[in-house]
């Protein structure tokens, strides 16, 4: 411990390979978690209905069964299950039936391990950077399935609430956060919600449209939870700036028709985490520039 303390390299180092594994985890979740959720609905739909629950066979969990490879089933072995390295040593193929296995695991795991690597340099060895990390986790596994399935499930964002909100119970003044100060979070996760709910109202009034979903107001209001209400007008700046040009990208790409849902949670977790780093900077570097400092 004291060494990680004393070398910000070595624990950005430790950071990082820890990132890997967690990568690789979180790899899991983002698959599994959507699935395990869609059966439990299943199985609720199937009692408000009177029918007999669905079989699905067998436990599914984050845990339970092994990985398998979705082509031929073949189990993946822990030799095959190395963070990226596998993957390369592979060439991006199932060893059993070389059908493609896709870029995005080996790239969830190099993000957050670059991320994690990143956490650990900017904030030294701590409470603060401890926190960081997890916030970073979370961002990543809803980033995740929000991109595949369009969902930022409760499970995730509500507890990553109660977190950053108990989290600033530890708030010492003066300290960067997390965790900021407890008033700070408490305003930041009400008005994070009721901010957005608003603008959704106003936005289905106006066009008849839904352009958000619940699940962005409750990544909002955890936002902050985590960083306090002050961060969360240049979250809301830098996800609208990302997205836009993302979304014009993507547009002009694949000449997609409008009206085609762009999540927003992903441009919101990456918002929240490069404020997360370097808010106050981007803050005072604003008020110097604008002369409002
Ligand atoms: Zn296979």
Redo the contacts with the bound molecule.
């Keep these: 411990m004291a060494l990680l303390a004393a070398h910000p390299a070595l624990f950005a180092a430790v950071a990082g390979l820890v990132g890997l594994a967690i990568g690789s985890f979180l790899n899991v979740v983002i698959h599994r978690l959507p699935l395990m959720l869609e059966r439990q609905w299943r199985a609720q739909a199937a009692e408000l209905d009177g029918r007999p629950a669905p079989a699905e066979g067998g436990p599914y969990n984050l845990l339970v069964p092994r990985s398998r ?6 189990q993946i072995r822990g030799i095959q299950n190395v963070p990226v390295v596998s993957w390369l040593a592979l060439g991006g193929r ?6 493609p296995i896709s870029i995005r695991y080996p790239l969830v795991e190099l993000a957050t391990a670059v991320a994690f690597a990143a956490v650990a340099w900017l904030f030294g060895f701590g409470l603060s950077a401890m926190l960081a990390l997890v916030f970073t986790a979370y961002l990543v596994a809803l980033t995740g399935i929000d991109v595949n399935r369009q969902l930022l499930p409760d499970i995730l964002t509500i507890p990553l609430l109660w977190v950053g909100l108990l989290a600033s119970l530890w708030h010492v003044d003066g300290q960067a956060a997390p965790p900021a100060a407890l008033r700070d979070t408490v305003i930041g996760a009400a008005s994070g919600y009721a901010f957005l709910w608003l603008v959704f109202q106003l936005f289905k009034l106006v066009t008849g449209k839904e352009g958000m979903g619940y699940g962005d107001f409750k990544l909002f209001a955890a936002i902050g939870a985590w960083l306090g209400w002050q961060m969360l007008p240049l979250v809301l700046l830098l996800a609208a700036a990302v997205g836009a040009v993302v979304g014009v990208a993507m547009l002009a790409a694949s000449r997609l028709g409008r009206g085609v849902p762009i999540p927003f949670g992903p441009y919101l977790a990456g918002a929240a985490w490069i404020a997360m780093l370097w808010g106050p900077d981007i803050v005072a570097a604003y008020l110097e520039f604008s002369g409002l400092g």
């Design positions: 490879c979705p082509a031929c089933q073949a199932c060893a059993a039936c070389r059908a």
